[in-house]
C-alpha cells in the first residue's frame, strides 16, 4: 500500500486510494462520516503515502473512541469507492500538490527523485494531479488497488487509549478481524 506499489501506470494510485478509504463504507455510507464523527467529538483525522506505506490515523475523546474505530475499520473493510464522491478528491489532491510545490523540503525531494536511477520506481511521480486522474478510468483503478494491496494480512492497528486493555483488544478483534485477508505478499 505504497506509492512504489502501484506501477508507472499508475501514478499517484496509491495516494489517490489513500484520499477514497474515508468517503464511506457500506456500513456508513454517508460522505465523510468518520471526518463528521470526530469532529464532533474532540477529535480529527489525516492519513499520509510514502514510498513504503500509507499511514491512516484518528484521535478523538476517549467516551467515543469505539465508535471512532467501528466507522474507522468500516472504511478498510467495505469502501464503496463512489464515482461522484472520488472526482471531488481529484481536486483535493491538486490544492495539496499545489500547495507543497513551493515548500523547499518538496522541492529538495523532488531533486532528490530526480537524480535517481530513472528505472527505478523512486525516479517517477507519485503524487498524483488532476490530469493524470482524468486521464484514465480511477475509479476501477482504486478498487484494483484496493483489492490487489489492501489485505489484513498486511495491515497493522495501534489503538492508544485509557480503555481498559481487555475491553480494547475486545473492540479490535471486533472491528478488525472483519477486513478481509487475501493472504497477499507484501510488495518489494
Partial sequence: M????????YLGLAHYTE?????GSKEYPRFNELANFLQTHGGN????????????YFYVNSRSIKHGIEIFAASFRSPLFKPSVLEG??????????KDIPQTGWKKFSILKLMSDPNHPFH???VGNKEI?????FVTKIRWFYNTYYSANLMNTVILS????VELEEIARREFSTIPSRNITKPT
Fill in 2 to 9: 505504497s506509492d512504489l506499489s502501484a506501477g508507472p501506470l
Fill in 19 to 23: 484520499h477514497a478509504m474515508y468517503m
Fill in 45 to 56: 483525522d489525516n492519513a499520509f503515502t510514502t514510498q513504503t506505506h500509507t499511514n491512516y
Fill in 89 to 98: 478528491e481529484k481536486q483535493a489532491i491538486q490544492n495539496e500538490l499545489e
Fill in 124 to 126: 517517477r511521480f507519485n
Fill in 133 to 137: 486522474f482524468d486521464s484514465a478510468d
Fill in 162 to 165: 485509557n480503555l481498559p486493555l
